[in-house]
C-alpha cells in the first residue's frame, strides 16, 4: 500500500510541475518498479513496447492525415456551400448550416479539432459577414465540432477498440445514431436562440442551386459513404479504411479539386507527425499504467467500493458519467480514455452493460471535456481562429453543453440507441 501512495503522490507532484502526461506516467510507474521488489524493470519495458504495436491503433495517424488533406485541399469549402443550399434558408440558417457542414467533415476527419481548426474557421467568417453575434456563432461552432469523433470514422473509437479489444467498425456503426441525437438537440438550440434574436434568412437556393453545389461537393461527400461502406460490407478493416481515405483525399484534393500541391504534402505529413507521436507515447505509458493497476487489483477495490454504496446501474452510470466529465476537464482525449478504461471497464462489464455502449459514453463524455475549461481543446483552438479571449469563447459555450448532456443522458440510459445498428448489422450479438 505504501509503494502505491508513493506512486500516486509522485504522478499527481509531476501532472502538478508541468510534465507531460506520458512523461508522469512513466516517471511515476518507474518510481513504482524501482520501490517494488516483486516486479521487474523488464515487464515495464515490454508493457511500453507492446502497447503502440497494434494494427487496429495505425488507423490513428491515417486518419489524422487524411483529415489534414482534406482541410487543406478546399474540401471545407465545398462542404460549408452544399450545406448552405441545403438549410441555410431556415431563420437563424447559418446555425443549422455549422450542424450539417460538421456533420459531413465527421464522415471525413473523426476529429474535433480538425472540424473546429478547419471548417470552424469557414463557419465564424460566414456568420460574422451576416451579422450574427459572436457568442452564437462561436458556441454553434464549438459544440457541433464535437459530433465530428461520434459519426464515424472517429479517432477516439480506433483509441478505445484498440485498448479494450472491442470492435471499431461496431464502435463506428455504434457511433451513427448517437450523432445524429447531438445534430437535433443543437437544431433545436439554434431554432431557439434564433427565434428569439430574429436571426436573418438566406435566400431559398434554387434547385438548380443545389444541383450545382452537391456537384462541387460530390467527391467530398463520397468519403464517408466510401469508409462506412467498405467496413459495413466487410470490403475492408477499419485500419485499412483509413489508408483507403488518404489515397482518396489524396486523388480528390490534388487531382479533381486541384486546390492541393504535392509539394505540400510534406509539411502536412510532419504536422500529422507531431500530432501523433505524442498519443503513442501516451498509449505505451498508459498501458504501463494500466498494468500496475491491474496488479494491485485496484479494479476490483474500487468495484467493491462503488457496489458496496449501490448497485444500481443507472445511479452507477450517472457516477460514472461524471467521474468521465470532471476528468475530461483536465485531461486530453487519448489520455483519459487509456487512464479510465482500465477501472471502468471491469466495473461497467460486471453490471452487463456492453462494450460498445460503453466505448460510446465514454467518447461523448470526453469529447465534452474538449469544450470546458481549463483544458479544453477546442475552446483555445476557437480563440486563436476566431481572434476572441478565451474567457469570452468558455462564456459563449457553456449554454451549448446543455443539449449536448441531454444527449449523452439519453445515449447512456437508452442503449439501443447505441447498440441498434451494430446488433441489425451483425457487430453485436
Known amino acids: 500500500m505504501m509503494i502505491l501512495t508513493i506512486f500516486f503522490i509522485s504522478l499527481i507532484v509531476m501532472l502538478l510541475i ?3 502526461i506520458y512523461v508522469s506516467l512513466i516517471g511515476a510507474s518507474f518510481i513504482y518498479f524501482a520501490l517494488n521488489p516483486d ?5 515495464g519495458i515490454q508493457r511500453m513496447i507492446v502497447a503502440p504495436n497494434s494494427f487496429t491503433l495505425l488507423a490513428v495517424p491515417f486518419f489524422i492525415f487524411a483529415g489534414q488533406l482534406m482541410n487543406s485541399g478546399g474540401v471545407t469549402k465545398r462542404i460549408f456551400q452544399f450545406a448552405l443550399t441545403t438549410v441555410g434558408h431556415f431563420q437563424g440558417g447559418l446555425g443549422y448550416v455549422n450542424v450539417v457542414a460538421s456533420m459531413l467533415f465527421a464522415g471525413m476527419s473523426g476529429s474535433a479539432l480538425a472540424d473546429a481548426g478547419g471548417l470552424g474557421l469557414v463557419e465564424i467568417q460566414a456568420m460574422r459577414d451576416n451579422h450574427y453575434d459572436d457568442d452564437f456563432a462561436l458556441g454553434v461552432t464549438a459544440s457541433s465540432s464535437i459530433i465530428g469523433p461520434i459519426i464515424p470514422p472517429s479517432i477516439p473509437f480506433v483509441i478505445y477498440g484498440a485498448v479494450a479489444n472491442v470492435s471499431v467498425g461496431g464502435l ?3 457511433g451513427i445514431i448517437p450523432g445524429f441525437i447531438m445534430a437535433i438537440s443543437l437544431f433545436i438550440m439554434c431554432f431557439i436562440i434564433a427565434k428569439r434574436r430574429n436571426y436573418p434568412k438566406a435566400k431559398r437556393a434554387s434547385i438548380r442551386e443545389i444541383i450545382m453545389s452537391f456537384k462541387d461537393a460530390f467527391f467530398a461527400l463520397l ?7 467498405g467496413i459495413w460490407f466487410g470490403v475492408f478493416t477499419p485500419t485499412e479504411a483509413a489508408a483507403v481515405s488518404i489515397v482518396y483525399a489524396l486523388i480528390i484534393t490534388i487531382f479533381v479539386y486541384k486546390d492541393q500541391r504535392i509539394s505540400d504534402l510534406p509539411r502536412l505529413i510532419i504536422d500529422t507527425i507531431k500530432m501523433v507521436a505524442p498519443a503513442i507515447m501516451i498509449v505505451a505509458a498508459a498501458n504501463l499504467f494500466g498494468w500496475i493497476m491491474n496488479y494491485e487489483q485496484i479494479d476490483q477495490f474500487l468495484m467493491k467500493v462503488l457496489f458496496d454504496i449501490t448497485k444500481n446501474p443507472v445511479i452507477i452510470l450517472l457516477i460514472i458519467n461524471l467521474i468521465l466529465l470532471v476528468l475530461g476537464m483536465f485531461l486530453e482525449v487519448v489520455s483519459a480514455i487509456m487512464l479510465v478504461l482500465p477501472i471502468i471497464s471491469p466495473i461497467v462489464l460486471a453490471l452487463g452493460i456492453h462494450p460498445i455502449h460503453l466505448g460510446v459514453i465514454v467518447v461523448l463524455n470526453l469529447m465534452i471535456g ?5 483544458v479544453g481543446f477546442v475552446l483555445y483552438v476557437l480563440s486563436s481562429a476566431a481572434k ?3 474567457n469570452k469563447v468558455i462564456r459563449y459555450v457553456t449554454p451549448w453543453l446543455i443539449p449536448l448532456i441531454i444527449s449523452l443522458l439519453l445515449i447512456t440510459f437508452i442503449p439501443e440507441l447505441v447498440l441498434f445498428l451494430p446488433r441489425t448489422l451483425g457487430f453485436v450479438r
Open 39 to 43: 516486479v521487474s524493470f523488464v515487464i
Open 388 to 390: 476572441v479571449p478565451v
Open 18 to 20: 508541468g510534465f507531460p
Open 370 to 374: 474538449l469544450l470546458t475549461p481549463p
Open 223 to 229: 468519403t464517408p459513404i466510401i469508409i462506412i461502406g
Open 172 to 174: 463506428f456503426i455504434g
